[in-house]
């Protein structure tokens, strides 16, 4: 099982960014997907969650300016964000499995996202 996130990068406040993960070895329509962050020390966190019956959570932090998407056909999952702010500097990594960040599941390697004030 492999998920590689990508799309990460660094943006000024206001900016707006899309990440990707793609899957492999893992289908994800047969999955609930996730993006988690970890800012430098702090601990993981959801950012968004999609259940397998599309049911959709955010993080109140993010509601109305993360969206989190998946592509089924490509076995991809987005997250598109906009409004960023510095506070929404980490690591962003997805996951495949259980909501939580310390639910069971597969997790992709991380991609960096810095917001510049």
């Known amino acids: 099982v492999q998920l590689q996130a990508s799309g990460g990068g660094l943006v000024q406040a206001g900016g707006s960014l899309r990440l990707s993960c793609a899957a492999s070895g893992i289908r994800l329509i047969l999955n609930s997907v996730g993006w988690y962050r970890q800012a430098p020390g702090k601990q993981r966190e959801m950012v968004a969650h999609?259940?397998?019956?599309?049911?959709?959570e955010y993080a109140d932090s993010v509601k109305g300016r993360f969206t989190i998407s998946r592509d089924n056909t490509k076995n991809m999952v987005f997250l598109e964000m906009s409004g960023l702010k510095p506070e929404d500097t980490a690591v962003y990594f997805c996951?495949?499995?259980?909501?939580?960040?310390?639910?069971?599941?597969?997790w992709g390697q991380g991609t960096l996202v810095t917001v510049s004030s």
């Open positions: 999609m259940g397998l019956d599309r049911t959709i």
């Open positions: 996951k495949a499995g259980s909501k939580g960040p310390l639910s069971s599941g597969s």
